[in-house]
């Protein structure tokens, strides 16, 4: 055993009496707004770390009873980092089934790759836990109208990780179109025009000792083990795949499109999807595409996005700006940018902060609110409704129908880049069986997501 691997186990070994700990976290609560609230995470990677501990710092008597992944190495720096930042050390588990067997637990944060998503929300709902789930929420049309189905059949709180649904000035640009003083609404264009360069998968190796393959699979194939899937430190590269992620549609656009749906006013499932893609560019293997084009027809206007990773001169809204709520994006080079074409104006809407400004004649600004990265006030929502059992702002209804516009575009571009006409009553294609197939998925033999939740 090398020197990591035994100081990474002894880190283990030491935190595992986590989750009978029932002295220091208690029972089970979410009756009143003074109760203690105990989560637990699965999938501990940066972004689901730092978001449980943000949560907890923001929230009063919130604690993290059990970390849970399948990466000792993340494992072990997870149970370091809740002990560093809220002085105490949590149980851990490779197991997320212990999770939900454990009674002290109320609530699930899922922060693993995409794949995991719904499966672990849905187990998570059916063993009595309210659940925090990452975007995007589904890998298919069909787990997410199971995931509702789950959320409702058992009563669950399930907040979607589409923090611009707690942003206010996502409501507020809501107010300002219900308003009438854009006009009617012409057409609308999301971003999300990201870098990038040629991507290969490399040679296939031994499963490492820090993994365990066959349950970070999960839900997914079994293959080979390749390193350019999974990282022992970073976020690896699960989003050139299918069978783990939709691309770079599914990843910073699905915060795009899902904030503009809310912008406009929710509206229900476009009636068809046109979508085309291919990697034209740098030519490398990945199965999602380089770029993609797509518009949805929502009847009385569409809807188009252009999704790349291949647009190096496009910047995201600089941090500093989206923290700030008097300072706006340059709007011309922004890739994360949504334009809303009104008969009376335009207006420009910024992702994760950045706020939003109205155009009028003559290039003039005719109204404006500016506003910042909205995660503390989606998690403080969170937390908010676990105790009053309110509708949480990423409701997973209106999210699911969000993560579907990313659905129909990637499933348009892998059936030849056609138009699909698209049934919002049954969630199916009209005019394409590959289509439907797509849309509803396939699962490995004990990760099968039930036609009954």
Request: aromatic share 10%; proline share 5%.
């Amino acid at each position: 055993m090398n020197r990591r691997n035994f100081i990474k186990q002894g880190v283990l070994a030491s935190a595992s009496i986590g989750l009978g700990a029932n002295a220091i976290f208690g029972s089970a609560s979410c009756v009143g707004a003074n109760d203690r609230i105990v989560l637990a995470i699965v999938g501990v990677g940066g972004r689901g770390m730092g978001c449980i501990i943000n949560c907890c710092k923001i929230n009063e008597n919130v604690v993290v009873k059990t970390v849970c992944d399948v990466n000792r190495t993340k494992l072990a720096n997870a149970v370091n980092s809740i002990e560093k930042e809220l002085g105490y050390r949590p149980g851990h588990t490779e197991n997320m089934k212990e999770i939900f067997d454990d009674k002290d637990v109320d609530a699930v944060w899922v922060s693993t790759p995409e794949h995991w998503h719904s499966l672990a929300a849905i187990w998570a709902c059916q063993a009595g836990k309210d659940v925090y789930v990452e975007k995007n929420p589904t890998i298919n049309i069909f787990e997410g109208r199971k995931l509702v189905e789950a959320a409702k059949k058992y009563n669950r709180i399930v907040q979607v990780g589409f923090q611009n649904r707690s942003a206010p000035y996502g409501f507020s640009a809501r107010d300002y179109i219900r308003s009438g003083k854009l006009g009617k609404i012409v057409t609308v264009k999301c971003y999300n025009m990201l870098g990038g360069g040629k991507w290969d998968e490399a040679p296939e190796t031994p499963v490492p000792a820090w993994l365990d393959w066959d349950k970070w699979l999960g839900p997914a194939p079994m293959r080979p083990f390749s390193p350019s899937i999974v990282d022992e430190n970073s976020r690896g590269g699960w989003l050139s795949y299918w069978a783990y992620s939709g691309g770079g549609l599914a990843d910073d656009a699905s915060h795009v499109m899902d904030l503009c749906r809310l912008v406009i006013g929710d509206p229900p499932h476009p009636k068809s999807v046109y979508g085309w893609g291919g990697n034209h560019i740098f030519g490398g293997t990945r199965e999602t595409p380089e770029f993609q084009s797509i518009v949805y027809d929502f009847g009385e206007f569409t809807l188009s996005c252009d999704n790349a990773c291949a647009t190096n001169y496009m910047t995201k809204t600089p941090g500093d700006i989206r923290m700030d709520k008097t300072r706006f994006p340059n709007w011309r080079n922004n890739s994360t940018r949504t334009e809303i074409y009104g008969t009376e104006g335009l207006m420009y809407l910024g992702r994760h902060g950045g706020g939003w400004q109205v155009l009028g004649p003559n290039n003039e600004i005719v109204a404006e609110d500016g506003g910042v990265f909205p995660d503390r006030e989606h998690q403080l929502n969170f937390i908010e409704c676990l105790r009053t059992r309110k509708t949480p702002n990423g409701e997973v209804e209106e999210c699911h129908r969000s993560a579907t516009l990313v659905h129909l575009g990637n499933i348009a571009y892998r059936v030849g880049n056609k138009q699909l006409l698209f049934d919002p009553q049954t969630e199916k294609f009209t005019n394409s069986e590959p289509a439907n197939v797509l849309a509803r998925g396939s699962y490995r033999k004990g990760y099968v997501i039930p036609e009954k939740v």
